[in-house]
């Protein structure tokens, strides 16, 4: 038994962009001895795992990395705006050779279970390697959209031809060329993958559930006197997202879309839709989350664009989203996708108006009553986010509690990074944080930075256990749904929502707000400050 009651003073589990970043933190900060468990055999995370077809961040590159390391933002160079996942995978790599993080890491390994142990306070950790550890800390590093969605479709089993999940593509890739190939999702990860994957097959029929507002990513090649400018910029630039909303550099317009006339907003509509990425979504006028009758205005013009774009009025009709308002699902940024549909060897079987996906047969999908043949089929079905991966832990707190009891409701914790009766666990942009309506980089070095701070101080006090009270626990989930319940988010049927998957308890899984991710930040560090209020420390 490998590493059979070995100890350590921190278990992190992931080893992508937040598990990199912890161990870093831990080992070299604080000297901790850390052992990180990674179920891939390399770094990389998200990076690792999906690799299919267009497969690239959505977030500009200049902040979509680390910003500890002050030297390597000026040495990287990206490629482009939005870099593939191959080249994000890449830079991860060489951080982990940069700082010698490998050798910390135990790759192929899968965390199956951990108990917290009432009497030592300490986690005891078993892995699908027959190890067993203990550690005083438990940090999940796990991802928040890392758990695949792969709904039972009746049938699949029948099915002849080959089938992939984008979050489980082949390492090796996938050769579409000559074969009818079904893409079953229109979210953000099919709008990257749809127009790669029409290039190369004979026939792609695309399944669409929901239709989406998608946006143009406006990839490309950064111009070099941006790429100076920033690197010359890179202080002001970490300082800004980190007290950004979003964690860029974005920002609402502070004046209601209905007081501006018609031609002033249709220019700033303009101006964000040429300047492509999350522009149009996180710089749009500010009340468009909140009223509906803004919100209209915002989508109409959406709605105009894909009218435009796409030849076939039946085809542009099924991308018309209905029943969502604009910016409530998870913005997908494309890069022709909706020019797609405008090829002959495109189709898109619409839900709600040709039939919905009844079955899976020997030889393609049955929908509506018709059975379309395919070779291949790829699942673009997403997550189950947040709590997923969490629960997948199987982890056991104070007197054997376990997630799936504690959550059974939707996600109980305290500031996102802590949970009530599991002391010394923290958990990396977990469930009501910020994390998922930010970009991730920014999101992580905050968690990360406050709970190595925070174990620095338990150590510097003589602290064995730190865990959030019930009623802080409480204030905070209550604090949660009050916001979010203010703006139009909680009525659309998204991964947000946990809307996505059958039977999953109704809650929003992030948190928005007031002040974003630089107004959470601030609430942490207050926290901090107060001795760590809200949480008993013995
Ligand atoms: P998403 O955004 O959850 O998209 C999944 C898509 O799959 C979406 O269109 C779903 O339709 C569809 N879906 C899910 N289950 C089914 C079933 N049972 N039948 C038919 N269609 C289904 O996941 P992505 O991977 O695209 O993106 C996840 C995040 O990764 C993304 O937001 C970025 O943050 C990165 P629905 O809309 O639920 O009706």
């Known amino acids: 038994m490998a590493g059979a009651n070995q100890h350590f003073d921190a278990v992190v589990i992931g080893a992508g962009f937040s598990g990199l970043h912890m161990l870093k933190s831990l080992r070299d900060k604080l000297g901790l001895k850390v052992r990180v468990y990674e179920t891939g055999d390399t770094v990389g995370g998200t990076w690792y795992w999906n690799r299919y077809p267009g497969a690239r961040c959505d977030s500009d590159a200049y902040i979509y990395c680390f910003t500890w390391d002050k030297q390597l933002l000026q040495e990287w160079e990206w490629s482009e705006r939005y870099p593939e996942q191959h080249e994000i995978l890449r830079y991860l790599e060489h951080v982990a050779k940069r700082h010698d993080l490998k050798r910390n890491i135990q790759f192929n390994t899968r965390v199956t279970g951990a108990e917290f142990d009432e009497n030592t306070n300490l986690w005891t950790v078993h892995t699908d ?6 550690a005083r800390y438990l940090i999940t590093a796990v991802g928040t959209l890392s758990d695949t969605n792969m709904p039972l479709f009746k049938g699949l089993e029948k099915f002849k031809g ?22 079953v999702g229109t979210g953000a990860t099919a709008v990257q993958a749809i127009p790669e994957i029409a290039q190369q097959a004979k026939q792609l029929i695309v399944f669409q559930r929901t239709a989406n507002y998608c946006v143009p990513a406006r990839n490309g090649k950064v111009d070099p006197e941006l790429v100076k400018a920033r690197k010359a910029d890179y202080e002001g630039i970490v300082q800004r997202i980190r007290e950004s909303f979003f964690g860029q550099e ?27 990425g999350f522009a149009f979504w996180l710089a749009n006028y500010q009340d468009m989350f909140f009223s509906q009758e803004a919100n209209d205005v915002c989508a109409d013009y959406i709605k105009r664009k894909i009218r435009s774009t796409v030849k076939e009025p039946r085809t542009a009709e099924k991308l018309i989203p209905k029943g969502h308002a604009y910016g409530t699902k998870r913005q997908p940024l494309d890069t022709n996708y909706y020019e797609t549909f405008n090829r002959d060897n495109v189709l898109l079987v619409d839900a709600k108006i040709d039939g919905g996906i009844e079955e899976i047969t020997e030889t393609g999908i049955r929908a509506g009553g018709k059975e379309y043949p395919l070779d291949i089929i790829v699942f673009a079905t997403g997550f189950d986010a947040m709590t997923g991966p969490l629960k997948a832990l199987n982890l056991k707190g104070r007197g054997g509690r376990t997630l799936d009891l504690e ?32 970009n991730m980089p920014v999101s ?7 709970i ?7 150590r510097k006090n ?4 730190i865990e959030a009270t ?29 809307a996505n998957i059958a039977g999953k308890p109704r809650a929003f899984l992030p948190y928005l707000g007031p002040e974003g991710v630089g107004g959470y930040r601030k609430k942490c560090d207050e926290i901090a400050a107060k001795g760590y209020e809200g949480f008993e420390l013995a």
């Open 407 to 438: 959550w059974q409701d939707g996600p109980h914790t305290y500031l996102g990074v802590a949970i009530a009766g599991f002391p010394n666990l923290f958990t990396i942009t977990g469930p009501q944080s910020p994390s998922v309506l930010s």
């Open 470 to 498: 019930p009623s802080a626990q409480d204030q905070w989930v209550a604090h949660v749904n009050e916001i979010v319940s203010a703006t139009l988010m909680t009525t659309a049927n998204s991964w947000y929502m946990s």
């Open 250 to 276: 974005h920002y609402f317009i502070p004046k209601s879309v209905l007081e501006a006339t018609p031609e002033e907003r249709e220019s700033v509509f303009d101006r964000m839709w040429d300047a492509g």
């Open 444 to 450: 992580i070095e905050q968690h990360v930075e406050w």
């Open 452 to 458: 190595t701070d925070c174990i620095e101080s338990m």
């Open 129 to 134: 390697k027959a190890e067993e550890v203990t």
């Open 462 to 465: 003589g602290k064995t256990s």
């Open 162 to 183: 080959k089938w992939y999940h984008t979050s489980r593509f082949p390492h090796a890739g996938v050769d579409f060329t000559g074969k009818r190939v079904g893409v």
